[in-house]
């Protein structure tokens, strides 16, 4: 997961965590939280995702006229466990065991290295983006609000420096963008910002030096009931201070849509970089081909069948590298 504070790494695995509940029942399959070999990890995964869905349930339930709460800012780093595992099979059965990593936004600019190395042992990087100040005021707001700069600093040196040349999958992951998606017409308002606020990093992607990435754009509705408003512009010391509104629609429910689309794309980009790394003998760069080796053919078919799910349409762009995906 990479992003600054308050953009919304961990809402966004907790309305995944929600949303994938339903969505892996059509697929035949099982999700589960918690690392199967890390006692207690389940019941901590879903202590806190459970806190957090309390409060995006509140923001949207909350008095009056516009929304008011949240989820508070990741005070230190954590990891949550996902597993995939077909439908009526006992407990021993084969699980596919999906980890990612959140931790305080504000190591971006005060522990990048880490977030340096987090980047490098991962196969998938998530990146988080707040949508209102990516589009309002054609991104005055962009980056300041999603330290887009130095994102793109990180993401370019990390891909540099490994020269192990493993395929890599680049999610960019805009989130609280239901405004912009309640029109047909509008979507693309999305990729077009993307594209200009995430000019240079895409650019630079498209180069041969990075043939092993590949990158897509997939919009995530965190909380469905909720739309982006306006901006309160406040002074303080001299400085101009955004504050960003959102109106509550007559619907009082949490209703994220699309919240399980990044984890089609990774579990599609998986599979094909498992079969692939078989067939032409890279199986040392791929450090997921071990977890595919020990999966029975019934859920490496329900896997295969849950990833064939990812759009590609209505703000959904494969911006490079679709070969490499399944």
């Given at each position: 997961m990479l992003g600054p504070t308050g953009v919304g790494k961990t809402t966004l695995l907790t309305v995944m965590r929600k949303q994938m509940n339903s969505a892996v029942d059509v697929s035949q399959l099982k999700l589960d939280t918690g690392h199967p070999q890390i006692p207690g990890s389940a019941f901590e995964t879903d202590q806190l995702l459970q806190k957090c869905l309390e409060d995006l349930d509140q923001l949207v339930k909350s008095k009056g006229y516009y929304a008011q709460g949240g989820i508070g800012g990741t005070g230190e780093p954590k990891k949550f466990y996902f597993?995939?595992?077909?439908?009526?099979?006992?407990?021993?059965?084969?699980?596919?065991?999906?980890?990612?990593?959140?931790?305080?936004?504000?190591?971006?600019?005060?522990?990048?290295?880490?977030?340096?190395?987090y980047i490098k042992d991962s196969?998938?990087?998530?990146?988080?983006?707040?949508?209102?100040?990516?589009?309002?005021?054609?991104?005055?707001?962009?980056?300041?609000?999603?330290?887009?700069?130095?994102v793109q600093q990180i993401l370019l040196r990390a891909y540099s420096e490994d020269n192990s040349n493993k395929r890599r999958l680049l999610i960019f992951a805009p989130v609280?963008?239901?405004?912009?998606?309640?029109?047909?017409?509008?979507y693309r308002q999305i990729e077009q910002s993307i594209r200009s606020g995430y000019k240079d990093l895409i650019e630079s992607l498209n180069s041969e030096e990075f043939s092993?990435?590949?990158?897509?754009?997939?919009?995530?509705?965190?909380?469905?009931?909720?739309?982006?408003?306006?901006?309160?512009?406040?002074?303080?010391?001299g400085k101009t201070i955004p504050k960003f509104w959102y109106e509550k629609t007559n619907k009082h429910e949490l209703a994220p849509y699309d919240a399980e689309q990044p984890l089609r794309?990774?579990?599609?980009?998986?599979?094909?970089?498992?079969?692939?790394?078989?067939?032409?003998?890279?199986?040392?760069?791929?450090?997921?081909?071990?977890?595919?080796?020990?999966?029975?053919?019934?859920?490496?078919?329900?896997?295969?069948?849950?990833g064939e799910g990812c759009k590609k349409d209505g703000g959904f762009v494969v911006i490079k590298g679709g070969h490499l995906l399944g």
């Open positions: 597993n995939l595992s077909k439908l009526k099979k006992n407990a021993s059965s084969a699980k596919l065991v999906l980890e990612f990593q959140d931790y305080p936004g504000g190591w971006i600019e005060k522990n990048a290295s880490q977030v340096l190395d196969s998938v990087t998530i990146l988080v983006i707040d949508t209102p100040p990516l589009i309002h005021k054609k991104g005055k707001y962009h980056v300041s609000a999603n330290k887009s700069e130095i609280k963008c239901e405004k912009y998606l309640q029109k047909a017409n509008e092993n990435v590949s990158a897509v754009i997939t919009p995530v509705q965190t909380v469905g009931n909720v739309l982006f408003s306006y901006v309160e512009e406040i002074e303080e010391n794309y990774i579990l599609g980009f998986a599979l094909k970089d498992a079969l692939d790394a078989k067939r032409t003998q890279r199986i040392e760069l791929v450090n997921w081909f071990r977890d595919m080796l020990g999966l029975d053919d019934d859920l490496k078919t329900a896997l295969q069948k849950f």
